[in-house]
């Protein structure tokens, strides 16, 4: 791994409503918590290029600001969604 290219693009396949809840959990969670600010520079500037990322695929997909309540809907589907897909490595 030491001589990785990590300039080189990589791909990640997730459900749209695994991505919806990983967006929620970098852009409404992530960013309230304290430690938060205890993050280094390099490491708030990823978590960014991922939201950003995620928000664009989003976007992409249909995914658009909505009403508050129809927003909180989306979010609680896309939750027992998640909730359900198998996660090998947690087992």
């Known amino acids: 791994m030491e001589n990785a290219d990590l300039n080189e693009k990589s791909s990640i396949e997730l459900t749209i409503g695994h991505l919806l809840m990983v967006w929620h959990v970098l852009s409404e969670k992530l960013s309230g918590l304290t430690q938060y600010n205890e993050l280094s ?4 500037r990823a978590v960014w290029a991922l939201q950003d990322i995620c928000e664009k695929q989003l976007i992409k997909n249909g995914i658009t600001e909505k009403h508050k309540d129809e927003w909180q809907k989306l ?17």
Not at 41 to 44: D, Q
């Open 41 to 44: 520079e390099s490491e708030i």
């Open 75 to 91: 979010i609680e589907t896309a939750a027992v969604h998640v909730s359900k897909l198998p996660v090998e490595f947690l087992e």
